[in-house]
């Protein structure tokens, strides 16, 4: 089954401690995004990759890192996480094998993140 | 102003009725356009892309882009309980789409 797995579903951390959101697809695609959602402000794009050893800021990068080593893992690292990092988060990809944009942004099932 | 301007809802309406559902813009150079659904504890998925102005149907859904009036719509005609979801418009400047910009989303709730 074509699938963007992210890992884990849930995760309550504490102030400073860093953590690794893992993202990994099966559909061979070039593209790879990050996105946190929160309430009133909506999908905000954090990261994204165009293939693998490139990567580019989004609009909300502050406090992530990304890498893409592999084409199919799209880790999200926050190095010292703060309480307004709580959010939920969402990795996507998508491929550009299709002429013009009918292929879609496929996107994970979201990591709720508590930072206390 | 926000680029992306959308009505969060929440929106109630009984089955069968005509649901429409509608974004504003403010940045003239979007081109490509898409309406995500999302349930509860999912992603967004693709419901619908138009590119540049006109209509586009599908099944019970039509997405509406008018780019003179920087105004998108979604409409669902003969809507199910199962379309209870959260819709977000987004949209790019791009054809690859690497910089989308979603709406905040309207939640929908449709009774039966």
């Known amino acids: 089954e074509a699938q963007v797995t992210q890992n884990p579903r849930y995760l309550i951390t504490v102030t400073g401690k860093k953590l690794t959101v893992t993202c990994s697809q099966n559909?061979?695609?070039?593209?790879m995004s990050w996105y946190r959602q929160d309430p009133g402000l909506g999908l905000r794009q954090i990261y994204y990759s165009m293939n693998v050893e490139v990567t580019d800021k989004g609009d909300v990068p502050e406090g992530y890192k990304v890498s893409r080593k592999e084409k199919r893992n799209f880790p999200l690292i926050l190095e010292s996480p703060s309480p307004n990092q709580t959010s939920l988060y969402f990795c996507a990809s998508r491929g550009f094998d299709s002429p013009g944009y009918n292929s879609p942004l496929h996107f994970g099932n979201g990591t709720r993140l508590t930072v206390t | 102003q926000k680029e992306v301007e959308q009505d969060p809802g929440p929106l109630s309406v009984p089955e069968g009725a005509i649901v429409s559902l509608n974004c504003t813009y403010s940045?003239?150079?979007?081109?490509?356009f898409m309406w995500y659904r999302q349930y509860s504890r999912k992603g967004p998925e693709l419901l619908m892309y138009t590119y540049s102005s006109g209509n586009k149907e599908d099944g019970r859904f039509t997405a509406q882009v008018d780019k003179s009036s920087k105004y998108i719509s979604l409409f669902i005609r003969d809507s199910q309980p199962s379309d209870s979801a959260t819709y977000l418009c987004a949209m790019s400047r791009n054809q690859a789409g690497t910089a989308l910009i979603f709406g905040k989303g309207t939640t929908l709730s449709v009774s039966s």
């Open positions: 559909m061979n695609h070039e593209y």
């Open positions: 940045n003239s150079a979007f081109q490509y």
